[in-house]
């Protein structure tokens, strides 16, 4: 294994050996290919540079205590970037490809997988674009896939400890019937000004209301939210939010500890009613909230400067799968070997 400070391991872009790639061409899929460089060469007219078809995925492997590897719900994130792909015309890429690539690099990349115990995981971001060239505004007839990975630590510096979100209503990350729902570069570069105008203002993240009426709850920028009242774990529906695999694996868990699960629209007002927030996704898991601040209506929603029991329960449950120390009851993880 690599000799790395895993401890201490933020959550950002570092070099490993080796990625893989294929390439759709003449209606078929290449073979993947392994490389060892990280520069990619690109058609100056691609329709990932002009037009946006772009799409990527972001899951994790774990290494558990009994050495073995395990990836999360890989099939999942093969479907979504299916749906990605469907979303802005890219040829999907198949669960087969997707899963072979995945299995692939990560074990190319096995001496990067943090050891078990450190909270650290190994980050794997798929990426599929449009590289053949258009000048028109038309979908690409070529098409890259590629898979790599780096070793990461918690998503957020503070770790496992609520932080500060933000409401804005003069910022949107994605339009009533417009990309939200799938998992494009697009919807990130819309949510930058906000992003950074919250971190200036010292909060970690914008809580997004629904661009229509500005009324009920979206999402989180890059993370799905949650809130607990009672014995329920109640989440946003909406047609502009990425359905986060991570939030669809917190409710069976909720369920399974015999909770009540709600998927519905929430009024912003209903924040006054919870007894926990939370944002969920795989790159913060589950990341408490400690206050929201409605920054329009000079209201603060305050939940607690230490993590909610509920939330901390079900931070725990799905961790402990994820690195093998639970059993896998919804057979989730897959074994990399
Ligand atoms: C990826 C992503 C999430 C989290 O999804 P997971 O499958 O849980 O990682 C949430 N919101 C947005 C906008 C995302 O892009």
């Not at 469907?86 to 001496?111: C, D, S, W, Y």
């Not at 009242?229 to 989440?235: A, C, E, F, V």
């Not at 007894?275 to 603060?300: H, L, M, Q, W």
Request: with cysteine; aromatic share 12%; glycine share 8%.
């Amino acid at each position: 294994m690599k000799n790395l400070d895993w401890k201490n391991l933020a959550f950002g872009y570092s070099d490993t050996n080796y990625n893989v790639r294929c390439y759709y061409r003449d209606g078929k899929w290449s073979e993947l290919e392994v490389s060892d460089s990280t520069q990619i060469t690109l058609h100056m007219a691609a329709t990932c540079l002009h037009y946006g078809q772009e799409a990527f995925e972001g899951l994790k492997a774990y290494r558990g205590n009994d050495g073995k590897i395990r990836v999360f719900r890989i099939e999942e994130n093969a479907k979504r970037m299916q749906s990605s792909a469907r979303g802005i015309l890219m040829q999907e890429v198949p669960t087969e490809i997707f899963v072979e690539a995945i299995h692939k690099v990560v074990k190319l990349n096995e001496e990067f997988v943090p050891p078990f115990g450190t909270g650290a995981s190994l980050y794997i971001r798929p990426l599929l674009i449009g590289s053949g060239p258009q000048i028109g505004v038309k979908p690409a007839n070529e098409f890259m896939f590629m898979v790599f990975v780096m070793p990461v630590g918690p998503y957020f510096k503070a770790g496992f400890k609520p932080t500060d979100y933000v409401i804005y209503r003069e910022y949107d990350r994605a339009a009533p019937l417009g990309t939200g729902n799938i998992k494009v570069g697009g919807n990130y570069a819309a949510s930058l000004n906000a992003g950074m105008r919250a971190h200036n203002e010292g909060f970690s993240a914008v809580l997004y209301l629904d661009a229509r009426e500005k009324k009920y709850l979206d999402e989180c920028g890059p993370a799905n939210f949650f809130g607990i009242k009672g014995n329920s774990y109640i989440t946003p529906k909406s047609k502009s939010i990425l359905p986060s695999i991570t939030n669809n694996s917190l409710r069976q868990l909720a369920l399974d500890l015999g909770m009540q699960v709600e998927e519905r629209q929430i009024p912003v007002e209903e924040l006054a009613e919870f007894n926990e927030a939370g944002a969920c996704g795989t790159a913060a898991v589950v990341s408490p909230i400690r206050s929201i601040y409605d920054a329009d209506k000079d209201i603060r929603y305050f939940y607690g400067e230490e993590p909610g029991a509920i939330s901390q329960k079900l931070y725990q449950k799905l961790i402990d799968i994820q690195y093998g120390v639970e059993p896998d009851l919804h057979h989730w993880v897959s074994i990399v070997d």
